[in-house]
């Protein structure tokens, strides 16, 4: 894959980042913005630079990680994943391209000032030659900015210099009589005027020198402009009248013959033009970058990938953006669209810093930006709440607008890219959730591990072998002394529906006096307290709920040969769906012969009583435990990386030995291997049932010709379903 060279110094970064600001935002929105705010459109401008800051410190470091052409949309991308991605490439590339558009039509009523021609066709001509200017180069691009920028800046510092000293502060008087409402709104209309800030992170792949370069020119530009921003409104708003300034569709002509001489009011008019000419220029520049990251990563057509061999610029999708914004000068109607623009900015500005704290979250070994922003989080969460306010003033249609624009990106991500297969890469916010549910898992399994006072249930019947029921309570001898707890043995008779329950009650079996026998000898040789007793109903099942909840119990544990299988599930089954604890199905299960133990996770965070019972065992009988976890196949770099930190932090909770092993398949292969691989398995009810009872097809992979003990676990307190679904999609 070519590269493209890294030929932009600081010098070029800061025109191109000041000339992206200073166009239509200085010339023909202070009139505008007047009528909402008054004097304080001054202020409006401060405040609007103060709410764009933290985008500017967020796409500085984000930029310094990330020094590759594609600026918002590679980091929206890479934070949020590709959905969020395309969103942010197709919405910043139609803004961009558009707000060219607009800076090349709006500095219409400049020329008229000068010449009386035709504004689209000089427009389309202008538009051409900067377009084959961007396909020359970077460099020379970055050259023809720094001569503009210059040319243009001095002419603003003579306007402000010269007009200073005629200012009249009584054309402030009544300040704030717009009331909040009035600034906060023409805050939101000149933010578009800092849009271009940022925009030279997405050259940031052609910046020498990027962890040096960058922050400078992102930061360095934003507070010029700003300063020249609020120096040259205070200097209009002190030298004209609020009416000729408010019904003109060029402010800064009418200031500067306020102020100027006539020569100055002339040169005032070329810096109009060479700064408008300027921001579209800037706007081509960064604008087609979107498109070329958006190719290299998978999310738009290869063409968009193509790097000229003479010239080392992204042709085809500079050509492809010259074209849509000579469609745009041509046939779109400017004004509105233009509101549309600021009210996305404002959205992707908002998203910039959720994206840097998705990386801060994260864990993508990758990110290791040279600058970092201060004062972390607390920019960020003020830029995010501040664009929200914004938008609230924004107005109905531009908010609609956007809604348009996220829409359409959408559709194209999930016809071009999710239909073919996706791309295989997730946002670092998705692997920051993931942490934040990890530990959460983490905290609850800690939790269910050091819980006191456990009560275990242990559920056979007459019909149950001595061997078996051995076997149960042991296992149930094993939770109990971990948790400081104790372990009720109960036997369920079952009698027909004719027969009084107080009379069978009454009479002791041969089946029931050797259970009793059993039982005593068991409780007078164990540490941990045994109760016993039997318990006679004419329903099995519902006896054995009943009786959990009536003694409290914390788990339950059961035979799988329990009950009768029938074409609706066995009696277990049922008592697994009702029971008002966890419920422990045991199969197999021989002390003596337990030396590995595996757990399997069931596509989400290891479920706590699995944990809690893996390690029970394996501490009573010295056994190891290893827990499996699949990721499927060629997982993300921040998925292994959370992964092996949650299960790192999950085998610190126990006391038995641990193993832990991330498959790279799915769920049932990992099962097989864990089958293969230890003594017991323990799974849990889903993954029991699956191929068995959900599909009704093939054998069932956790049991069928296996020479292990398999415990399932059902249980209590499962998540929500939205709650799950979200575990489910991050692990």
Same mark, same amino acid.
């Given at each position: 894959?070519?590269?493209? *060279?890294?030929?932009?110094?600081?010098?070029?970064?800061?025109?191109?980042?000041?000339?992206?600001?200073?166009?239509?935002?200085?010339?023909?929105?202070?009139?505008?913005?007047?009528?909402?705010?008054?004097?304080?459109?001054?202020?409006?401008?401060?405040?609007?630079?103060?709410?764009?800051?933290?985008?500017?410190?967020?796409?500085?470091?984000?930029?310094?990680?990330?020094?590759?052409?594609?600026?918002?949309?590679?980091?929206?991308?890479?934070?949020?994943?590709?959905?969020?991605?395309?969103?942010?490439?197709?919405?910043?590339?139609?803004?961009?391209?558009?707000?060219?558009?607009?800076?090349?039509?709006?500095?219409?009523?400049?020329?008229?000032? @000068?010449?009386?021609?035709?504004?689209? =066709?000089?427009?389309?001509?202008?538009?051409?030659?900067?377009?084959?200017?961007?396909?020359?180069?970077?460099?020379?691009?970055?050259?023809?900015?720094?001569?503009?920028?210059?040319?243009?800046?001095?002419?603003?510092?003579?306007?402000?210099?010269?007009?200073?000293?005629?200012?009249?502060?009584?054309?402030?008087?009544?300040?704030?009589?717009?009331?909040?409402?009035?600034?906060?709104?023409?805050?939101?209309?000149?933010?578009?005027?800092?849009?271009?800030?940022?925009?030279?992170?997405?050259?940031?792949?052609?910046?020498?020198?990027?962890?040096?370069?960058?922050?400078?020119?992102?930061?360095?530009?934003?507070?010029?402009?700003?300063?020249?921003?609020?120096?040259?409104?205070?200097?209009?708003?002190?030298?004209?009248?609020?009416?000729?300034?408010?019904?003109?569709?060029?402010?800064?002509?009418?200031?500067?013959?306020?102020?100027?001489?006539?020569?100055?009011?002339?040169?005032?008019?070329?810096?109009?033009?060479?700064?408008?000419?300027?921001?579209?220029?800037?706007?081509?520049?960064?604008?087609?970058?979107? =498109?070329?990251?958006?190719?290299?990563?998978? @999310?738009?057509?290869?063409?968009?990938?193509?790097?000229?061999?003479?010239? *080392?610029?992204?042709?085809?999708?500079?050509?492809?953006?010259?074209?849509?914004?000579?469609?745009?000068?041509?046939?779109?109607?400017?004004?509105?669209?233009?509101?549309?623009?600021?009210?996305?900015?404002?959205?992707?500005?908002?998203?910039?810093?959720?994206?840097?704290?998705?990386?801060?979250?994260?864990?993508?070994?990758?990110?290791?930006?040279?600058?970092?922003?201060?004062?972390?989080?607390?920019?960020?969460?003020?830029?995010?709440?501040?664009?929200?306010?914004?938008?609230?003033?924004?107005?109905?249609?531009?908010?609609?607008?956007?809604?348009?624009?996220?829409?359409?990106?959408?559709?194209?991500?999930?016809?071009?890219?999710?239909?073919?297969?996706? %791309?295989?890469? #997730?946002?670092?916010?998705?692997?920051?959730?993931?942490?934040?549910?990890?530990?959460?898992?983490?905290?609850?399994?800690?939790?269910?591990?050091?819980?006191?006072?456990?009560?275990?249930?242990?559920?056979?019947?007459?019909?149950?072998?001595?061997?078996?029921?051995?076997?149960?309570?042991?296992?149930?001898?094993?939770?109990?002394?971990?948790?400081?707890?104790?372990?009720?043995?109960?036997?369920?008779?079952?009698?027909?529906?004719?027969?009084?329950?107080?009379?069978?009650?009454?009479?002791?079996?041969?089946?029931?006096?050797?259970? #009793?026998?059993?039982?005593?000898?068991?409780?007078?040789?164990?540490?941990?307290?045994?109760?016993?007793? #039997?318990?006679?109903?004419?329903?099995?099942?519902?006896?054995?709920?009943?009786?959990?909840?009536?003694?409290?119990?914390?788990?339950?544990?059961?035979?799988?040969?329990?009950?009768?299988?029938?074409?609706?599930?066995?009696?277990?089954?049922?008592?697994?769906?009702?029971?008002?604890?966890?419920?422990?199905?045991?199969?197999?299960?021989?002390?003596? &012969?337990?030396?590995?133990?595996?757990?399997?996770?069931?596509?989400?965070?290891?479920?706590?009583?699995?944990?809690?019972?893996?390690?029970?065992?394996?501490?009573?009988?010295?056994?190891?435990? &290893?827990?499996?976890?699949?990721?499927?196949?060629?997982?993300? *770099?921040?998925?292994?990386?959370?992964?092996?930190?949650? @299960?790192?932090?999950?085998?610190?909770?126990? *006391?038995?030995? %641990?193993? &832990?092993?991330?498959?790279?398949?799915?769920?049932?292969?990992?099962?097989?291997?864990?089958?293969?691989?230890?003594?017991?398995?323990?799974?849990?009810?889903?993954?029991?049932?699956?191929?068995?009872?959900?599909?009704?097809?093939?054998?069932?992979?956790?049991?069928?010709?296996?020479?292990?003990?398999?415990?399932?676990?059902?249980?209590?307190?499962?998540?929500?379903?939205?709650?799950?679904?979200? #575990?489910?999609?991050?692990?």
């Amino acid at each position: 894959m070519k590269e493209l *060279e890294r030929d932009l110094g600081l010098p070029s970064v800061l025109a191109i980042s000041i000339g992206a600001m200073v166009g239509s935002g200085i010339f023909i929105l202070p009139g505008l913005a007047m009528k909402m705010a008054g004097p304080a459109v001054v202020f409006a401008y401060f405040l609007a630079a103060v709410l764009v800051l933290p985008a500017a410190l967020s796409k500085s470091e984000m930029a310094t990680a990330m020094p590759e052409a594609g600026g918002t949309y590679l980091y929206i991308e890479r934070a949020m994943g590709p959905l969020f991605g395309t969103i942010a490439g197709v919405g910043t590339w139609f803004s961009l391209t558009f707000k060219g558009a607009l800076a090349l039509v709006g500095g219409a009523p400049y020329l008229v000032l @000068l010449l009386d021609l035709p504004v689209t =066709p000089l427009a389309i001509g202008v538009a051409v030659l900067l377009i084959v200017l961007n396909v020359v180069g970077a460099k020379q691009t970055g050259q023809m900015q720094v001569a503009i920028v210059g040319i243009m800046l001095a002419v603003l510092l003579w306007f402000i210099v010269g007009g200073a000293p005629t200012v009249e502060t009584a054309r402030f008087d009544g300040f704030f009589d717009s009331g909040i409402d009035g600034i906060l709104g023409a805050t939101g209309f000149v933010f578009v005027s800092y849009a271009g800030v940022t925009k030279v992170a997405s050259v940031a792949e052609e910046v020498e020198n990027p962890g040096r370069n960058l922050p400078l020119g992102i930061l360095g530009s934003l507070v010029i402009t700003a300063g020249i921003y609020v120096a040259i409104v205070t200097v209009m708003v002190g030298v004209a009248d609020k009416a000729s300034l408010t019904t003109t569709e060029t402010p800064m002509q009418v200031a500067a013959g306020n102020a100027l001489p006539a020569f100055g009011v002339l040169a005032v008019i070329a810096a109009a033009l060479l700064a408008l000419i300027s921001t579209a220029n800037a706007g081509i520049l960064s604008s087609s970058r979107y =498109p070329f990251a958006m190719s290299r990563d998978g @999310l738009a057509p290869d063409l968009f990938e193509t790097i000229s061999d003479r010239f *080392e610029t992204p042709v085809n999708a500079i050509t492809i953006t010259g074209l849509v914004l000579l469609v745009l000068i041509a046939f779109v109607p400017i004004e509105d669209i233009a509101k549309l623009a600021s009210a996305f900015k404002i959205l992707v500005f908002i998203l910039i810093n959720v994206a840097l704290i998705a990386f801060r979250q994260g864990s993508i070994e990758s990110y290791d930006p040279s600058f970092e922003s201060p004062l972390y989080p607390l920019p960020q969460v003020v830029g995010i709440v501040g664009g929200i306010v914004l938008l609230r003033y924004i107005g109905f249609v531009p908010l609609v607008g956007a809604v348009v624009i996220t829409a359409g990106s959408m559709v194209w991500y999930y016809l071009f890219v999710y239909r073919r297969g996706g %791309v295989n890469r #997730e946002g670092a916010m998705t692997d920051a959730l993931r942490r934040s549910v990890g530990r959460d898992v983490v905290e609850q399994t800690e939790s269910e591990v050091d819980t006191d006072g456990h009560e275990v249930l242990v559920a056979v019947t007459d019909q149950t072998p001595p061997a078996v029921e051995q076997s149960l309570i042991d296992l149930a001898t094993d939770l109990a002394r971990t948790r400081e707890g104790g372990v009720r043995v109960a036997q369920f008779d079952e009698v027909p529906d004719q027969t009084p329950l107080p009379q069978s009650a009454d009479t002791l079996t041969e089946a029931d006096q050797a259970f #009793e026998t059993r039982l005593a000898d068991r409780a007078t040789d164990s540490e941990i307290p045994i109760r016993y007793g #039997e318990v006679v109903s004419h329903d099995t099942r519902h006896a054995v709920v009943n009786y959990a909840s009536e003694v409290g119990a914390d788990t339950l544990l059961i035979d799988r040969s329990t009950g009768s299988d029938t074409l609706l599930g066995s009696d277990s089954d049922w008592i697994e769906r009702h029971a008002p604890c966890d419920v422990i199905e045991v199969s197999g299960l021989d002390h003596e &012969t337990v030396r590995r133990i595996a757990v399997v996770t069931d596509e989400g965070p290891f479920d706590p009583s699995k944990v809690g019972l893996a390690d029970a065992l394996a501490s009573a009988v010295d056994a190891t435990i &290893t827990f499996y976890f699949p990721v499927g196949v060629d997982p993300a *770099e921040s998925r292994r990386n959370t992964t092996a930190d949650y @299960l790192t932090e999950l085998a610190e909770l126990c *006391e038995a030995p %641990v193993e &832990t092993e991330i498959v790279e398949a799915d769920s049932d292969s990992a099962i097989a291997r864990a089958t293969e691989q230890s003594d017991v398995l323990i799974v849990s009810g889903v993954q029991r049932n699956l191929t068995e009872r959900l599909f009704s097809r093939g054998s069932d992979i956790i049991t069928t010709g296996r020479k292990h003990a398999t415990l399932v676990v059902y249980g209590a307190n499962k998540p929500g379903r939205l709650r799950r679904a979200v #575990e489910q999609r991050l692990f």
